[in-house]
């Protein structure tokens, strides 16, 4: 079977891949895998930066392909300077714990969001770092609301889950039933892919 290192922290996005690697014959490494974490400046412009910078840091202590990922949110009718892109974790230099993102980003969706909510799109681009070659693949998920009412449920690694409507379903990301997610799972078959041709 072939291996591959996510040099992420984040269990939930582990989550979201773990399975359909392994049913193509890739098993998902993460860093609790390694016995050293390594300090990565994420310093890039984009999304696919940003993925590249953590994928070759790592690549370079393992001998296995090593895949990172980093995602922008956009948010409509929301001024430039206050736009997440990639730093929607961070916001004026510093680093916002679960509970101060849903404070700050309901408060955005109170000052902005028409009736308290704001219509947002996440960009996201992955990385992909073996034997000197690199690879990116970029995608995007469907617009979704931020609104200024949290919901009382918390999903850890994703924060606004608790202040996002999905469109379809008129219900809070985290209030979303397993037989909802059937008839809406996104198809990230192509990511697979992308992930399965490059290791």
Do not use: H
């Amino acid at each position: 079977m072939k291996e591959i290192l996510f040099a992420t922290g984040n269990p939930s996005k582990v989550k979201r891949f773990e399975k359909g690697l392994l049913d193509n014959g890739i098993k998902l490494k993460t860093l609790k895998d390694l016995s050293f974490d390594v300090e990565v400046e994420e310093n890039g412009k984009s999304a696919i930066e940003n993925a590249l910078i953590k994928a070759r840091a790592y690549s370079k202590l393992v001998d296995i392909p090593v895949m990172a990922m980093d995602d922008n949110l956009y948010l409509e009718d929301v001024p430039q300077d206050k736009q997440p892109g990639m730093y929607v974790r961070r916001v004026n230099g510093k680093r916002l714990s679960d509970e101060e993102m849903i404070e700050y980003y309901s408060n955005l969706a109170k000052e902005y969001g028409k009736d308290g909510k704001i219509t947002c799109r996440w960009v996201y681009g992955m990385a992909i770092v073996f034997n000197g070659k690199e690879n990116t693949y970029t995608w995007s998920k469907d617009d979704f609301y931020l609104v200024d009412k949290p919901t009382n449920k918390i999903d850890p690694g994703y924060p606004l889950n608790t202040i996002s409507i999905n469109k379809k379903f008129n219900k809070y990301f985290t209030d979303i039933t397993e037989e909802d997610k059937k008839s809406f799972q996104e198809d990230e078959s192509d990511v697979i892919n992308f992930i399965f041709d490059n290791v």
